[in-house]
């Protein structure tokens, strides 16, 4: 079954773009100008982006660099630790609505520190699947239409952010404790 799933995971790919290719072809449309009028849209809504984008790392980074990160952690983990989750999983939940990358670099330090198959690795793993880079998706995809009034979007996306960290906990505790 593993080899199957092998062969599949690598054609994929090659037969899906023949696929799209052939029925492009079948329909008369002219793939190639399509695909540049596609490109050149996708370079606009790159431009388009980039501020709010810059805007966000920088703001990113100010939260990490200034200690408001540990603050916040200090301040929420006596709650946390009554809810039996670990103060060491707490930099990820705070940290992927805002970062993904910076996510990715706490769960491969929580990995390095506690291991993979511990009850703070399976946490933090599923802690990290279950959120969403809230913050940087509403950039984007805010800044791409040129939305400006997110107020109900923001507090939705962050509430349902809460509820993946809360919902990861009971899962890890439940099925993996």
């Known amino acids: 079954m593993t080899s199957i799933l092998q062969a599949l995971s690598r054609w994929a790919l ?3 773009l023949l696929g799209i290719t052939t ?3 079948s329909k008369k449309v002219p793939i190639y100008e399509s695909f540049v009028d596609g490109a050149k849209e996708g370079w606009q809504t790159a431009l388009r982006v980039l501020p709010y984008l810059v805007g966000m790392l920088v703001a990113i ?3 990490r660099q200034s200690g408001a990160l540990d ?3 200090s301040l929420i ?3 946390t630790n009554w809810l039996g989750f670990p103060h060491e999983v707490l930099p990820l939940a705070l940290m992927r609505p805002i970062s993904g990358s910076g996510a990715l670099a706490i769960l491969s330090q929580i990995l390095d ?3 993979a198959d511990s009850f703070i690795g399976r946490l933090a793993a599923t802690v990290m699947g279950s959120s969403e880079t809230t913050l940087y998706v509403l950039t984007v995809y805010a800044g791409s239409i040129g939305l400006k009034r997110t107020r109900h979007t ?3 996306s962050l509430i349902a952010d809460l509820a993946g960290a809360l919902a990861a906990l009971y899962v890890v505790l439940h099925y993996f404790a």
């Open 14 to 16: 090659p037969v899906l």
């Open 23 to 25: 029925l492009g072809l």
């Open 61 to 63: 980074a100010v939260f």
């Open 71 to 73: 603050q916040l952690i």
């Open 77 to 79: 983990s006596p709650l």
């Open 113 to 115: 520190t506690f291991g």
């Open 154 to 156: 923001l507090a939705t």
